[in-house]
């Protein structure tokens, strides 16, 4: 295991929750189209940053060195990782950080069409992901990982945690498609802000279950019941931020320009929804971890379990 | 491959083609296929007018003002710098564009039946103070649109209409005039400074000439008709999620003029006055994306 790429892949993790909160500041300040061109900003570099183009070329600077992250991250890889399949994961982030490049250019240039910026949002939080992920499969307490942990319970964990995972996912399309349906300055669409309430009763009822079996199925095992709760008490700060959320936009079309609490509450809201899902797939990567050790106990006196 | 990765790897490479593949179809709002203003028979302009009133019952809301912390040079071009969507006073409301919806002249002509030239003098559309000025415009079909920008700061210019093909640029300051058109008739058409969030202006593009905004003392006059009967609208950018318009039926007699007074906020009411017939004032939210 290599300290220096699990620190890099980290670095990379958080730089890009960084970028996702520019990116809602961008949605939430209505600073999208601030700017008529792409990659530059009005054919400049170093724009001078006023007024939403703060926002917007902003956005686009963080974005720029998440991706040269990326790409330091796929190097490092490639020279430390012996694992191929952590490497072509790797891989898989950096497409996913190019392809969101592209759309993001796509938005600009198309004038924001819902799909385009929904799925934009969308691949955000799955290439967030990807980098959490990699973070986890370069630690220590993944590459150690040894206990033999015993299933309990007629329903295996693991359909459990992806249930979660599923539910969390479709969610955040649905908070995406709300987001960018209506500015700020227009209500939002009643149809689709009732099922992302929908949602947001799915997710807490899902992830809950499966936060609560795996701590009482095995309440001494932290590898699992860390993630589990940390989960749990991001659910609860996330939902109160949605009624937060809602309140204030609720109001916002009578403010003569995106202001605060509004655009705070949103992108916290955001925000945290990454963390949310973000931590339900360490929760998930863990428990297929756990499992894993169990149904091949074998492995773990043979020198083929460093390919986990 | 670990198999939680297979998922990321499936989804995360769908969810990419999806994306683009979403983005290649051709945005409904690009349909530049120019109304015909031109085919017809041809409008004699005549000396008939239409003249009235815009009030206000009841208390408007008070201007909010604007932060202007994001880009100083606003503040210093216009430090009462405050909003403009209901801009009452005494009693009168400025901004609502009056227009001739329907009718016919009095040959019986429908007022869509005749052909409309399109002036060669352009409509000037000006940033100053980081609001727009005029606030609510009207324009033919076809008709140029001169933007200019007069502040010593950068804006943007992105009209989002229904009929027209949507566009979106930057001009800075010092820039010269950016001249568009819209092709087709649209009424109104919101246009924002994505620089700016609060600066907001309509513009109606119509067929035809027949059409006014009322100033701040709430009068309007739309001139060169001809005798005939018409249906008289009232647009106001408040009231609906894309404002509120009134309908009124008038008839422009052969020598004189007709008289048509709208009303907006609280329980308001349209009214005509010397012998012309009147309608009910119809409040009818227009169809809008926005």
């Known amino acids: ?143 150690e990982f040894r206990t033999t942990i015993e299933e309990k319970g007629t329903l295996p964990l693991t359909y459990l945690c992806v249930a979660a995972l599923v539910t969390i996912l479709l969610q955040l399309v649905l908070g995406a498609t709300l987001r960018h349906s209506a500015t700020w300055d227009k209500h939002l669409p009643t149809e689709l802000l009732l099922a992302h309430v929908g949602g947001a009763v799915a997710v807490a009822l899902v992830l809950a279950s499966a936060a609560f079996t795996i701590l009482r199925r095995h309440p001494g095992e932290t590898f699992l019941t860390r993630p589990a709760t940390i989960a749990l008490g991001l659910l609860v700060v996330q939902l109160l931020l949605g009624v937060a959320a809602y309140i204030t936009r609720l109001k916002s079309p009578d403010d003569p320009q995106p202001l605060n609490p509004m655009v705070g509450i949103t992108v916290a809201h955001v925000a945290c929804g990454a963390l949310v899902f973000a931590t339900t797939i360490v929760m998930t990567l863990r428990a297929f971890r756990a499992l894993r050790s169990e149904t091949h106990a074998w492995a773990a006196n043979t020198p083929s379990v460093s390919r986990i | 491959m670990f198999k939680p990765m297979k998922v990321w790897l499936v989804l995360t490479i769908v969810l990419s083609i999806l994306a683009l593949a979403s983005s290649c179809g051709k945005p409904a709002t690009n349909d530049a296929t120019p109304e015909a203003t031109t085919s017809g028979k041809p409008f004699t302009p005549g000396s008939g007018t239409i003249d009235g009133a815009i009030a206000y019952n009841g208390t408007p809301p008070a201007p909010k003002k604007v932060a202007t912390d994001a880009d100083p040079a606003c503040g210093q071009a216009n430090p009462n710098l405050t909003t403009e969507d209901t801009v009452a006073k005494d009693g009168k409301l400025a901004n609502v564009f009056v227009y001739i919806k329907d009718g016919a002249t009095a040959d019986g002509t429908k007022i869509g039946d005749y052909a409309f030239s399109t002036p060669s003098d352009a409509v000037t559309l000006d940033q100053k103070g980081c609001q727009y000025r005029p606030h609510v415009l009207g324009i033919q079909a076809n008709q140029k649109l001169r933007i200019t920008n007069s502040d010593p700061t950068q804006h943007n210019i992105h009209p989002t209409p229904k009929n027209n093909p949507e566009w979106n640029q930057t001009q800075p300051n010092g820039a010269g005039p950016i001249e568009k058109t819209f092709a087709r008739s649209e009424v109104l058409i919101p246009v924002k400074c994505n620089q700016h969030p609060w600066m907001k202006a309509y513009v109606g593009v119509l067929k035809h000439p027949l059409f006014a905004v009322s100033g701040e003392n709430g009068a309007y006059s739309i001139k060169g008709l001809q005798p005939g009967t018409y249906t008289v609208a009232a647009w106001h950018e408040k009231g609906g999620p894309n404002g509120t318009e009134k309908t009124m039926q008038v008839t422009v007699p052969a020598s004189g003029g007709g008289k048509a007074d709208f009303a907006f906020g609280d329980a308001a009411t349209a009214s005509t006055t010397g012998g012309l017939q009147m309608m009910p004032a119809l409040e009818i939210p227009l169809i809008g994306r926005h």
């Open chain 1, 1 to 143: 295991m290599n300290k220096g790429l699990h620190r890099f892949a980290l670095l990379v993790a958080s730089a890009t929750f960084f970028l996702i909160i520019a990116g809602a500041l961008v949605t939430s300040h209505d600073a999208g189209l601030a700017t008529e061109d792409w990659p530059l900003s009005n054919g400049q570099f170093f724009p001078a940053m006023v007024g939403n183009l703060f926002w917007e070329h902003g956005h686009r600077m963080v974005a720029t060195s998440v991706g040269l992250l990326t790409i330091g991250l796929v190097i490092f890889l490639f020279w430390k990782e012996e694992r191929r399949w952590v490497r072509r994961l790797g891989v898989v982030a950096l497409i996913a950080v190019i392809a969101q490049g592209l759309l993001g250019g796509l938005t600009v240039k198309l004038l924001l069409p819902l799909w385009v910026s929904t799925a934009h949002a969308t691949l955000a939080q799955l290439f967030f992901c990807t980098t959490v992920s990699l973070a986890v499969f370069t630690s220590r307490s993944w590459r």
